[in-house]
């Protein structure tokens, strides 16, 4: 990328996220009015038994060919293929790519326990690949000419421990926009897919365009967008609060910035089909890790009281 390009890349994320954090400010002030406004009362339910288990959206079916990108400890992949969702029971292994941006040795000293998991997927069927840049998809000549009906990125990161907020946050949306851009050549082909049982959270203000699709079938079943030969889907999952809100994934898919250098590949653009809640805990054996390891006793606190929220999104007619 030449130096011009970035430049004016720059200028727009930053120019983006100076927007954000306007709207942060205005929002966190009507949620203190809104406080303010409210009584204490009585809790209602109280005691009426167990609250009920957690609607769980699967966003696969059996029969889709998935690529896993930026893996860290392959546990993931280890709970698609080895103790999936009942409704992914017949999910055949070979159809599971898991790959890292780790070499292989790299992996396992970030990841002790990779090297059994690895070893394990492989002998179950599932292709594991080493040495994968998720923003240069198209540099790697195992994966041309393929295409997959989703494209999964769990919690991207940069990892370059960046301090300053809006240099780290800027960093980051640079990752996203070069996956975005990567995978667009790997989606399958085809309808974009229906998603049912949606309803849209009200906007914000007037200059916000960033109504957010909510799944609301959230069950152990396939996804809702069941015809085959559907035009294949990417699924990013961050913590929906600060910093990684201020990363603006949404609308980075749905508005990418123009590329103003000649000859420079512009970003696709993306439709949002819908947004939910991803339960750590329901993918069996699970982990996540740190995209520079475990740290010895570390005790970050970031993203602390908010919940992973997964991100669906197609290729848009244009």
């Known amino acids: 990328m030449s130096k011009g390009k970035k ?49 769980v959206t699967v966003p696969f079916k059996p029969t889709d ?39 292989e040795g790299e992996c396992y000293v970030k990841y002790p326990e990779a090297r059994e998991i690895v070893e394990a997927l492989i002998e179950k069927g599932v292709e594991v690949l080493f040495d994968v840049d998720a923003t240069k998809l198209e540099k790697l000549a195992v994966l041309k000419g393929r295409r997959w009906d ?11 421990g960046i301090a300053d ?47 957010v699709p909510e799944a609301t079938s959230d069950t152990d079943l396939p996804p809702e967008n069941t015809t085959e030969g559907n035009r294949g889907t990417l699924l990013v999952t961050l913590r929906n609060v600060p910093p990684y809100t ?12 123009v590329q103003v250098s000649s000859g420079a590949q512009s970003n696709p653009i993306y439709t949002l089909l819908r947004s939910f809640v991803f339960h750590r805990d329901y993918w069996k054996g699970y982990e ?8 010895a006793h570390g005790k970050g606190t970031t993203g602390v009281g908010g919940e992973d929220r997964t991100w669906e999104f197609c290729l848009a007619d244009v």
Do not use: C
């Open 7 to 55: 430049k004016a890349l720059k200028s727009t994320l930053q120019s983006q996220q100076s927007r954000l954090n306007k709207k942060k400010q205005a929002e966190d002030a009507a949620k203190v009015a809104e406080q303010l406004r409210k009584k204490p009362g009585k809790s209602k339910g109280k005691g009426k038994g167990k609250a009920p288990p957690p609607r």
């Open 65 to 103: 060919r998935i690529l896993l990108v930026g893996e860290g400890n392959f546990s993931f992949a280890k709970a698609l293929v080895f103790d999936p969702p009942a409704s992914l029971q017949q999910l055949p292994a070979v159809n599971v790519t898991a790959t890292a941006y780790d070499s």
């Open 150 to 160: 989703r494209i999964v990125f769990n919690f991207p990161h940069a990892g370059k």
């Open 165 to 211: 907020q809006d240099r780290n946050a800027l960093t980051n949306q640079l990752l996203l926009l070069g996956f975005l851009r990567s995978s667009a050549a790997f989606l399958a082909l085809g309808p974009t897919p229906s998603v049912l049982g949606q309803k849209k959270k009200p906007k914000i203000d007037d200059d916000d365009d960033d109504e």
């Open 246 to 257: 201020q990363w603006d994934l949404p609308r980075l898919a749905k508005n990418p910035p």
């Open 288 to 295: 996540h890790r740190m995209t520079k390891g475990e740290r």
